[in-house]
């Protein structure tokens, strides 16, 4: 056995496996036999029986009696650990280990070969687990004698791995500090899913009400996918008898709930039916009832919750509980405001380290993008070979800003991502979303190493008014241009914050980590180039043929092939995926663009490299981070300036330029995490 999303799972060993095929032989799914219909009984144990079990005592009385039999009792405890483990007891003071609900899977460990070896003794065996253990039981003995064994089942929905149920005692109660611990307590009522923790130093702590824990469950939040498939829980199990609570049972006689349990037996064979007849003299109460008073699914578990695996994910970075309630409600912590399908793949890594710099910090992120009103739509794809981000957190798409008000239900806080989003010839193709205007008062609105792109508010004056009103609702702002910080000061009285672009924020692991699998056909020289000229090309093949190294072009994805091949005459790569854009900057050596964002990943990267002014896509953000950085002299502001200063380029020493973002950054996650 392995496990697997903390589930114990078989797993053949192909190293040792010999083709016997004893293992298909013996699988309970693959060899399903046909079951007669089951007769229903209610019964009641002795009260003090009842009181130490977590219904109706029924598997008390079966266990004595297999026991005074001088047999032998199987069936799931919890070990000093806490783990849960089926085990076998011979006596009757030993029987409490096996009682009351676990609410996990048990490991079997070699429980079926012992039942075997003490049936080879001529011993009674009961053996007590969930309907596949049994029906896997059955398969394994197919070929041995059974006349002494009692198999006995249960209502089943399904079964939490055991790491779900040790991670929440453990954040409850601390499993250091445990000695006991039972589910389903009587203390109040049969009625009650009470907890009971008995700790080392005596103390006793009771959970009167469905906690977390009991909220996942119920929800089908831990339900494992073989479970939801199951072909042993149902009306026919393979068990001679199946127990379990009779819930509800005083909707058809209100006599049988006393408030201290009562069990559901349901006799599946002929030996069941000759067991019940040897013990039924010993319950305190014992009668037969129509099946139809057993409650509608209660078998099994069908759907697991759609919240399932944002659950399991939460679990890496929040506390049990929390990410319980976080799973089923479908909260977030923020919302991500970005343009994340944008042909653009500057913006691509904005959002990607945005969103790695979030995720560290410990919050869950919903990635928020534009509605479908918007000139520009939204797409399905992101250019990702394999998206780094998961289903669950990405936001489905509005139909205009008006429906994304819903968003308020699910997020605590907004934050409006980087790249030029408050630049009006952008937003107003994105129907102007960023501007938060359909979040309301209650929620924090936050924006991170925003831009304008130019140092001039654009629009009309009335877009301009409109977007100053927007941006005061906002509760902390921050600007990726230092020019940017005076322009909002000036035209909209905002006190804004000057910070890095988020590209600078992620960890370099995260990059490298992402494009680890792509294969590229590395070149000494990568040149990023978003609006192709001739110049730009003599440029690209002068610098290569001067440092004697090849060459890779890449280009904007926004243009047309067609358009940008009749722009120039030079080799170049288009639409390719944005983890080979990333691979090619990590393997060369020399860098030669036109992007900030390309100038951004040769800084990162340490790359030595040049940049060509790009004013008609915004020079002020060039200056800011070139400036901060001391690195002024990489920036031309035409290739002919490049040609007149080329001699006088000197070689980046990056060890100072990184202690400046080593600095940096630190200052920047702190804005992070003090206005989130």
């Given at each position: 056995m392995q496990k697997e999303n903390g589930f114990y799972v078989p797993k053949i060993i192909e190293k040792r496996c010999i083709q016997c095929r004893k293992c298909e032989h013996v699988c309970p799914t693959i060899n399903r036999n046909t079951i007669n219909l089951p007769v229903t009984y209610a019964a009641w144990a002795e009260d003090e029986v009842r009181f130490k079990t977590s219904s109706g005592g029924a598997f008390w009385v079966l266990a004595k009696y297999v026991l005074e039999l001088g047999g032998i009792v199987f069936g799931a405890g919890w070990t000093e650990d806490f783990y849960v483990k089926h085990m076998w007891v011979d006596s009757i003071v030993d029987l409490p280990k096996l009682c009351r609900s676990k609410y996990a899977q048990s490991d079997l460990n070699d429980s079926y070969?012992?039942?075997?070896?003490?049936?080879?003794?001529n011993k009674y065996v009961l053996f007590v687990g969930t309907p596949c253990q049994v029906a896997g039981l059955k398969m394994y003995l197919r070929e041995e004698s059974q006349q002494k064994l009692f198999t006995v089942d249960f209502i089943c929905y399904y079964n939490p791995s055991i790491d779900i149920v040790r991670r929440y005692i453990?954040?409850?109660?601390?499993?250091?500090?445990?000695?006991?611990?039972?589910?389903?307590?009587?203390?109040?009522?049969?009625?009650?899913?009470?907890?009971?923790?008995?700790?080392?130093?005596?103390?006793?702590?009771?959970?009167?009400?469905?906690?977390?824990?009991?909220?996942?469950?119920?929800?089908?939040?831990?339900?494992?996918?073989?479970?939801?498939?199951?072909?042993?829980?149902?009306?026919?199990?393979?068990?001679?008898?199946?127990?379990?609570?009779?819930?509800?049972?005083?909707?058809?006689?209100?006599?049988?709930n006393d408030g201290r349990g009562t069990s559901m037996i349901v006799v599946n064979t002929a030996k069941g039916m000759q067991l019940i007849g040897h013990v039924e003299k010993i319950f305190k109460r014992i009668e037969r009832t129509p099946k139809e008073w057993i409650r509608e699914g209660q078998n099994n578990c069908k759907t697991a919750h759609s919240g399932q695996e944002y659950f399991y994910d939460l679990l890496n970075y929040k506390p049990f509980n929390e990410a319980v309630d976080m799973a089923i409600e479908s909260k977030y912590d923020i919302g991500m405001v970005c343009v994340q399908s944008y042909r653009n793949y500057g913006s691509a890594f904005t959002n990607f380290a945005l969103y790695k710099v979030l995720k560290k910090m410990g919050y869950s992120v919903l990635i928020i993008t534009q509605p479908l009103s918007s000139i520009i739509k939204p797409e399905k794809t992101d250019n990702f070979n394999k998206t780094p981000f998961k289903t669950f957190e990405r936001s489905c798409f509005y139909e205009n800003v008006d429906a994304m008000k819903d968003l308020n239900k699910k997020c605590r806080v907004f934050l409006v991502g980087s790249d030029q989003l408050f630049n009006y010839e952008i937003y107003r193709l994105i129907d102007g979303f960023v501007k938060l205007d359909w979040v309301d008062d209650e929620h924090k609105k936050l924006c991170y190493g925003t831009s304008f792109g130019v140092d001039r508010i654009l629009g009309t004056f009335?877009?301009?008014?409109?977007?100053?009103?927007?941006?005061?609702?906002?509760?902390?702002?921050?600007?990726?241009?230092?020019?940017?910080?005076?322009?909002?000061?000036?035209?909209?009285?905002?006190?804004?914050?000057?910070?890095?672009d988020p590209v600078f924020l992620c960890d370099k692991d995260q990059y490298i980590e992402l494009c680890k699998d792509t294969n590229i056909d590395r070149k000494g020289i990568v040149a990023y180039i978003l609006n192709p000229s001739?110049?730009?090309?003599?440029?690209?093949?002068?610098?290569?043929?001067?440092?004697?190294?090849?060459?890779?072009?890449?280009?904007?994805?926004?243009?047309?092939?067609?358009?940008?091949?009749?722009?120039?005459?030079?080799?170049?790569?288009?639409?390719?995926?944005?983890?080979?854009?990333?691979?090619?900057?990590?393997?060369?050596?020399?860098?030669?663009?036109?992007?900030?964002?390309?100038?951004?990943?040769?800084?990162?990267?340490?790359?030595?490299?040049?940049?060509?002014?790009?004013?008609?896509?915004?020079?002020?953000?060039?200056?800011?981070?070139?400036?901060?950085?001391n690195l002024q002299d990489r920036l031309f502001d035409s290739v002919t300036d490049y040609y007149n200063l080329e001699p006088c380029l000197k070689y980046i020493d990056y060890h100072s330029v990184n202690i400046i973002l080593s600095k940096e950054k630190k200052r920047c996650i702190n804005w992070l995490q003090m206005h989130i």
């Open positions: 070969k012992k039942v075997k070896d003490f049936l080879r003794q453990d954040e409850k109660y601390g499993l250091q500090n445990l000695k006991k611990f039972s589910f389903r307590d009587k203390t109040n009522g049969w009625l009650s899913h009470c907890t009971r923790a008995e700790f080392k130093d005596g103390s006793i702590e009771y959970e009167k009400k469905v906690d977390s824990f009991f909220k996942g469950y119920f929800n089908g939040l831990y339900a494992r996918k073989a479970c939801l498939n199951c072909s042993f829980s149902g009306q026919h199990h393979h068990s001679d008898i199946t127990l379990g609570d009779f819930w509800k049972i005083e909707e058809h006689d209100t006599s049988w009335e877009e301009s008014i409109n977007l100053k009103k927007s941006l005061n609702r906002f509760d902390a702002v921050s600007i990726r241009e230092e020019s940017g910080v005076g322009l909002v000061k000036k035209s909209f009285q905002i006190d804004a914050t000057w910070v890095l001739d110049e730009k090309e003599k440029l690209i093949k002068h610098i290569a043929n001067k440092r004697d190294m090849s060459y890779s072009v890449f280009v904007d994805r926004g243009m047309t092939q067609e358009a940008i091949s009749e722009l120039w005459n030079i080799e170049f790569d288009y639409n390719v995926k944005n983890e080979v854009w990333l691979k090619n900057f990590i393997e060369s050596d020399f860098v030669i663009t036109d992007s900030f964002h390309g100038m951004c990943m040769a800084i990162i990267f340490e790359k030595q490299f040049i940049v060509i002014n790009n004013s008609a896509r915004g020079s002020t953000r060039f200056y800011s981070l070139l400036n901060l950085l």
